[in-house]
């Protein structure tokens, strides 16, 4: 036993350094301990068709985007985010369906792009409220997108202020790793028009991405899943060149059928992309953005807010135009 036991202590210290940082593994892929992905049945899209059944875009909407599998957000509006976690992780549980949550509330949320300001009031709140977010879903299987915009949003941001974002988002995944074992957390990465590939893996890198799945692309945003899949390699041979990983990427395909026109908040002219699947060029492509949500008072959106639910947008996303 003694000649097993300095074997094996050889052998470990014999590992790459990279591997030897690289955080456990999860006890298990939650893709796996479930029989698909859970269809949010309380959607904005769902409410919609539900209350006007006699509305001639209602099938269309129903059938091509209401009843796909569509993360939801949780931020301010949640109420208490450990029971309003723990409720929605709990009734895909009773599904055995796969949830996919989106954690929305850092502090000074959407510092430069302002349609979607807000966030928790400080970070020591927003430190509470992610680790109830990360308590009420505990070992239930679920997909966290963690804050969007979060590492892109940096452009009027100080040095100090990038730094207390950034400890954020590693004490959030500190908590994710400590209290729900089976969630696999992405984190954020923008998308291929908002940094370099080379300044998104520092960025991600200095938040802490060691302990996460991996990092979510396009959120929101209309780039294809082609482009999409060119930026996440990219930054991937950027990391493994700096800091000696590489991590798994997700990609929201839900608003990027025609790509990107250039615009952000909006714009016309586009469409539904891929469905939530496994695969496709990323790991997961995934519906994040609910098509026909608006992004803010711009574009075809103007006099709305965001995320409210504009359904003749929503329409035109089916058809492209």
């Known amino acids: 036993m003694r000649r097993s036991v300095r074997a094996l202590t050889a052998a470990l210290l014999a590992l790459p350094l990279a591997l030897t940082l690289a955080p456990s593994a999860h006890a298990a892929d939650p893709t796996t301990m479930t029989s698909g992905f859970y269809v949010d049945p309380d959607a904005s899209a769902k409410r919609w068709v539900a209350a006007n059944p006699g509305d001639g875009r209602a099938s269309a909407i129903n059938a091509s985007i209401a009843s796909t599998p569509t993360a939801r957000w949780f931020g301010s509006w949640s109420g208490t985010i450990g029971t309003a976690t723990s409720a929605y992780a ?10 996919l949550l989106v954690a929305y509330n850092v502090y000074n949320r959407d510092y430069c792009g302002g349609h979607s300001a807000g966030g928790a009031s400080s970070p020591s709140a927003y430190a509470n409220w992610i680790a109830q ?15 969007p915009d979060s590492l892109g949003d940096y452009g009027c941001m100080t040095q100090p202020q990038i730094d207390e974002r950034e400890r954020m988002l590693t004490g959030a995944l500190t908590e994710f790793g400590r209290q729900a074992p ?27 991405l060691r302990q996460a799945r991996g990092f979510s692309l396009n959120v929101s945003n209309y780039f294809t899943t082609a482009e999409n899949t060119a930026y996440g390699n990219a930054v991937n ?28 908040c909006n714009p ?4 539904i992309g891929t469905p939530t699947q496994m695969g496709g060029g990323a790991e997961m492509l995934l519906w994040i953005k609910v098509p026909g949500e608006s992004d803010g008072d711009c574009g075809v959106g103007g006099g709305s807010s965001a995320g409210q639910f504009l359904p003749e947008v929503a329409y035109k996303m089916i058809y492209g135009y």
């Open 133 to 147: 977010f990360a308590g009420g879903i505990g070992n239930r299987p679920a997909v966290v997108i963690l804050e």
């Open 182 to 208: 089976n969630t696999w957390v992405y984190l954020d990465a923008g998308n291929p028009g908002w940094a370099p590939a080379a300044t998104m893996a520092r960025r991600l890198h200095e938040a802490g």
């Open 90 to 99: 709990g009734a895909a549980d009773r599904a055995d369906k796969l949830p």
């Open 237 to 264: 041979s950027e990391l493994r060149a700096r800091y000696g990983y590489t991590k798994p990427f997700v990609v929201d395909t839900s608003r990027n059928g025609n790509g990107s026109n250039g615009q952000w």
């Open 268 to 271: 016309s002219g586009r469409r």
